[in-house]
């Protein structure tokens, strides 16, 4: 599919958003036909109807939602569009969840450059090809000046299940191997050093990926997995702490074994954060059968995205849930989810 470099709405009449793109007449309609049709275009999409139909392949279907109001709307590494959709990807992929299927809505406020939703919905299309998933229905909003923050995205996403296993954390067990699939921080970092005007000897760029690949290469390998949970808002700690509370086990886990660039340490100290408590866009943690650690490390580091994964730590049999960190002096603290909003609008 050929795609123009440059928005095909007429920029000398409508350089931009203006609140009839979203009223229903004339510029809406060419909006929705010269922006978001081509780029999202596929069978499902262009009948043009109010819902979606299409075919339910064999097994379970999982469900997620979200919404995304990242701002900046671009940050290093990417942006609203191709975020949106490693999120939902990644949600699903959670579940051990093939995605099929995408919806998304946008929430434009008036006065939002076209150029600025052009590159967002090529950004977002890129994304869904790279993910093998399709954007099959979809609604756009224009709100009034001061009311939207530029951008907001809602997606939803649907996806197959087509193993046995129940990847929960109820699932999880002690002696469960805990392994991170790589480096920490870094997303919330890049839209921090971006919205403060923070500068470093090397850019600190966002993770944000799709992890779906690494997660079914785990499930053909045939690794037990017992729970997955990616690590967006508030970062490993809340992941960890979520996981400890629901399964009532301890997770007990190694700072030194913990991988975090030193960048991003820096910049972590220079701003009193906690990498551990900061949001990712591409990393997940994994809690498999001990028998099964050593391989799913292998087989996470062979795939690109998580090549940096590393073992952890391990779930403890305990009577009080908890998360214990043992420190590089080898020290042992309790790890807690991070108080209030360090982070506002990183995701």
Excluded at 71 to 98: C, E, K, Q, W, Y
Excluded at 303 to 319: H, M
């Amino acid at each position: 599919m050929t795609m123009t470099t440059t928005c095909p709405i007429p920029i000398q009449q409508y350089p931009h958003v203006l609140m009839a793109h979203g009223g229903g007449g004339k510029l809406m309609h060419q909006l929705l036909e010269k922006v978001f049709g081509p780029a999202f275009t596929n069978p499902i999409l262009d009948t043009r109807h109010d819902s979606a139909q299409f075919a339910v392949p064999p097994g379970k279907l999982a469900l997620t939602t979200d919404s995304y109001v990242v701002r900046p709307i671009f940050f290093p590494g990417g942006d609203i569009g191709s975020m949106a959709v490693h999120g939902t990807v990644n949600d699903l992929a959670m579940s051990g969840a093939r995605p099929l299927y995408l919806s998304t809505a946008f929430i434009i406020e008036e006065g939002l450059p076209m150029e600025t939703l052009w590159r967002v919905v090529c950004s977002m299309r890129d994304a869904a090809q790279r993910c093998g998933v399709q954007i099959i229905t979809g609604d756009t909003k224009v709100v009034d000046k001061g009311k939207g923050d530029g951008l907001f995205i809602n997606t939803t996403g649907i996806g197959v299940i087509e193993h046995a296993l129940n990847i929960a954390p109820q699932s999880v067990q002690p002696g469960d191997a805990v392994l991170v699939s790589g480096d920490l921080g870094r997303h919330g970092m890049a839209i921090m050093a971006v919205r403060e005007g923070l500068q470093f000897e090397s850019q600190i760029e966002s993770d944000s990926a799709p992890v779906h690949e690494t997660v079914l290469e785990l499930l053909r390998s045939g690794i037990e997995i017992h729970c997955l949970r990616d690590l967006t808002r508030g970062g490993l700690a809340s992941a960890l702490n979520e996981i400890a509370e629901a399964a009532n086990v301890k997770i007990a886990i190694d700072e030194k074994r913990i991988p975090v660039r030193e960048d991003v340490h820096a910049a972590c100290e220079m701003l009193g954060l906690d990498p551990l408590h900061v949001a990712n866009e591409g990393r997940f943690v994994a809690l498999v059968a001990a028998k099964d650690a050593e391989r799913a490390l292998q087989i996470m580091r062979a795939c690109e995205v998580s090549a940096g994964s590393a073992l952890i730590g391990k779930a403890v049999e305990t009577s009080t849930p908890l998360v214990t960190l043992k420190s590089t002096i080898g020290a042992s603290r309790i790890l807690d989810m991070p108080s209030g909003e360090q982070l506002p609008r990183i995701c």
